[in-house]
Nanobody, 121 residues
Framework: VQLQASGGGLVETGGSLRLSCAAS????????VAWFRQTPGKEREFVAY???????LYADSAKGRFTISRDNAKNTVYLQVNSLKPEDTATYYC????????????????WGQGTQVTVSS
């Protein structure tokens, strides 16, 4: 599976973006897909995941503001990010695993290249 993250950009506080994670491969619907984010000097931080069955989980920092969804017909997972804050500034990565459902970055097998989200105050 190859993943391509896109949709990042520069927005003002309170703004919104929709991040996309497009995947190759006919079995994409069988994968759990997660979003992580990372800032320089810090470890990659879990944001949200969606399982093959549609189960979702969000980090506390994302609850109520971010929504993860998937369109298996388009082999794409989305992360709608609303009410953005300066502390949401990071590089956002999508990751996939066919066997793991969880929040540990080390357990995901496939990673996209990252898309930068910058929130100005």
């Amino acid at each position: 599976v190859q993943l391509q993250a896109s949709g990042g950009g520069l927005v003002e506080t309170g703004g919104s973006l929709r991040l996309s994670c497009a995947a190759s491969g006919r079995t994409f619907s069988s994968y759990t897909v997660a979003w992580f984010r990372q800032t320089p000097g810090k470890e990659r931080e879990f944001v949200a995941y969606i399982s093959s069955g549609g189960k979702t989980l969000y980090a506390d920092s994302a609850k109520g503001r971010f929504t993860i969804s998937r369109d298996n017909a388009k082999n794409t997972v989305y992360l709608q990010v609303n009410s953005l804050k300066p502390e949401d500034t990071a590089t956002y990565y999508c990751a996939a695993s066919i066997k793991y459902i969880g929040v540990a970055a080390s357990e995901y097998d496939y990673w996209g290249q990252g898309t930068q989200v910058t929130v100005s105050s």
